[in-house]
């Protein structure tokens, strides 16, 4: 039997791996601030779990995530849920409040997961687009239906990159450049050429051969698979990567900034896809308010 930590999924763990699922389908995955904090929740669990020597993030439905919920947070808000990191105040006026929310729940998030000491896999399957990215991102690898696609298209409504900016080290700068400037769908086979995905399965198989590889990896020392993941991601970090991100967070907050400053809102509404250019005023409008 699975427990249900609505909307995400923690599996019954077997020959050392659990599933972990995001389980969004009806909105293709796109992450409230319960997903997320759901999400935590079951990679805390999948941390402390014995049992667990290596964790799979999947996915319910056709779309692995496209990405943050615009839409609205289903009646929720960061200060429903015990705060992680220690930025806080989510409704202070300006870009404050903002910052603060997005350090919690992107920047402080996918920090966390990137550390978590046991190996991670993402199986990404259909599309996986903008905040999408990040969930995937933060996996130790990422393994892909061969008719996945990525895709970047928030410079289209005014903004750098997502809050969690590992573009140039995913992709390479030039390649990442490319990517943003044109808002072209990555396949998961370039993804795998340019090492962003390490393995592509027939869609069919993605699931099975996903487990078959954790299984595999989880046969090996748990001490040696922690300290392998530390000198890979310590490795990452003494090139910069870390200060990069704080970087690239700090120019991410002048975007939303200058678009406040302009439309009162923190995107450019007229780059947003017709279905979420009417109801976003509201979103933002409530994002900023104290409770
Ligand atoms: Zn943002």
């Known amino acids: 039997m699975s427990e249900a930590i609505v909307p995400v999924i923690y599996g019954q763990p077997a020959n050392g791996v659990v599933r972990i699922t995001l389980n969004r389908p009806e909105r293709k995955n796109a992450q409230d601030v319960a997903l997320l904090?759901?999400?935590?929740?079951?990679f805390q669990q999948a941390a402390k779990d014995a049992q667990v020597k290596v964790i799979i993030l999947d996915a319910a439905?056709?779309?692995?995530s496209s990405g943050h919920d615009l839409k609205g947070d289903s009646g929720k808000r960061p200060e429903d849920f015990p705060?992680?990191?220690m930025w806080a105040d989510f409704g202070?006026?300006?870009?404050?409040?903002?910052?603060?929310?997005?350090w919690e729940i992107y920047l402080g998030f996918c920090e966390r997961w990137r550390s978590i000491p046991k190996p991670t896999i993402a199986q990404v399957q259909g599309k996986c687009i903008a905040g999408g990215l990040m969930l995937a991102w933060v996996c130790d690898l990422i393994v892909a239906g061969d008719s996945t696609q990525f895709?970047?298209?928030?410079v289209a409504f005014g903004m750098c990159g997502s809050e969690f900016f590992?573009?140039?080290?995913?992709?390479g700068t030039r390649r990442a450049k490319d990517w943003l400037f044109t808002s072209d769908w990555l396949s998961a086979e370039e993804a795998r050429q340019i090492g962003m995905v390490s393995r592509v399965f027939a869609d069919g198989k993605l699931s099975e051969e996903t487990q078959k590889l954790a299984e595999r990896i989880a046969?090996?020392?748990g001490f040696a698979l922690k300290m392998a993941k530390e000198a890979i991601n310590q490795s990452q970090d003494a090139c910069g990567r870390r200060t990069a991100m704080l970087q690239s967070f700090s120019i991410h907050q002048l975007c939303h900034s200058?678009?406040?400053?302009i439309y009162g809102i923190p995107v450019d509404p007229s780059g947003l896809p017709e279905s979420l250019r009417a109801g976003i005023y509201d979103y933002f409008a409530g994002l900023g308010k104290r409770t």
């Not at 439905?61 to 692995?64: C, K, N, S």
């Not at 895709?151 to 928030?154: G, S």
Request: aromatic share 10%; glycine share 12%.
């Open 258 to 261: 200058h678009w406040r400053n």
């Open 151 to 154: 895709q970047d298209p928030v």
């Open 92 to 102: 202070a006026p300006g870009q404050e409040g903002m910052m603060a929310r997005e």
């Open 219 to 221: 046969l090996k020392p």
């Open 83 to 85: 705060l992680v990191g």
């Open 166 to 171: 590992m573009h140039p080290f995913e992709l």
């Open 61 to 64: 439905g056709d779309t692995f």
């Open 37 to 42: 904090y759901g999400l935590d929740a079951a």
